[in-house]
């Protein structure tokens, strides 16, 4: 069984606005990725909220997905990585692998993420990542073999020190979009 946590905890210090409330195709940013992550093949799914948690909040429709305070989200994604594993663990020991995401990867849908599911089942790997501009990174997917490593990343790294340190675990699944993230107000004026 697949969970998903999506990553929503930043502060968009950059944007200077929180990036997870900015519209995308009539909805926020944040409700997009929930929307498309219920409608894949995942069965449960997971929200990190931190920096301005309550103007997020008050925006989505979170029927049917967990919502996770991240006191610590300062200390960047690792700690908001470390929230979502440590409530699989908790809360849901059905779930054998996860797939990590970012709220401000717009072009993330079911597909892409059904994708890493049928990725992992095909190649039997640990580790199935997503490859644009050279890279490997999110989305991704984790099986369970790899949740104390996810959960020991140090503060300020992300799951992607994990893949590159890992590449004989991983399989690829090749996905241009994935390089288009939402950093800066100039970042979502060109997508929009």
């Known amino acids: ?64 997905i967990n919502i996770i305070s991240n006191r610590n989200w300062q200390e960047g994604m690792s700690s908001s990585i470390r929230c979502g594993i440590n409530l699989l663990a908790e809360k849901h020991q059905e779930i054998t692998q996860v797939i990590i995401m970012l709220c401000d990867q717009p072009f993330v ?4 993420l059904n994708k890493l599911i049928e990725e992992r089942e095909n190649s039997g790997k640990d580790i199935v990542a997503c490859q644009y501009d050279d890279t490997l990174g999110t989305p991704a997917l984790f099986t369970r073999s790899c949740f104390s490593a ?8 992300g799951a992607k020190k994990l893949i590159l340190e890992n590449t004989g675990r991983v399989a690829v699944v090749h996905f241009p ?4 993230g939402i950093d800066t107000y100039q970042d979502y004026q060109s997508l929009i």
């Not at 409330?21 to 931190?50: C, F, M, P, W």
């Not at 996810?150 to 790294?157: E, R, V």
Request: hydrophobic content about 40%; cysteine-free; glycine content about 12%.
């Open 1 to 64: 069984m697949t969970g998903v946590i999506i990553l929503a905890a930043g502060s968009s210090s950059r944007l200077g606005q929180p990036k997870q409330n900015l519209i995308y195709r009539e909805k926020t940013l944040l409700q997009h990725a929930i929307d498309e992550a219920r409608s894949s093949n995942a069965n449960v799914v997971l929200v990190v909220l931190g920096a301005n948690e309550g103007r997020i909040a008050s925006t989505l429709n979170s029927a049917k």
């Open 109 to 112: 849908d079911a597909d892409i």
């Open 150 to 157: 996810l959960q020991g990343l140090a503060t300020g790294q």
């Open 177 to 180: 979009g994935g390089a288009k």
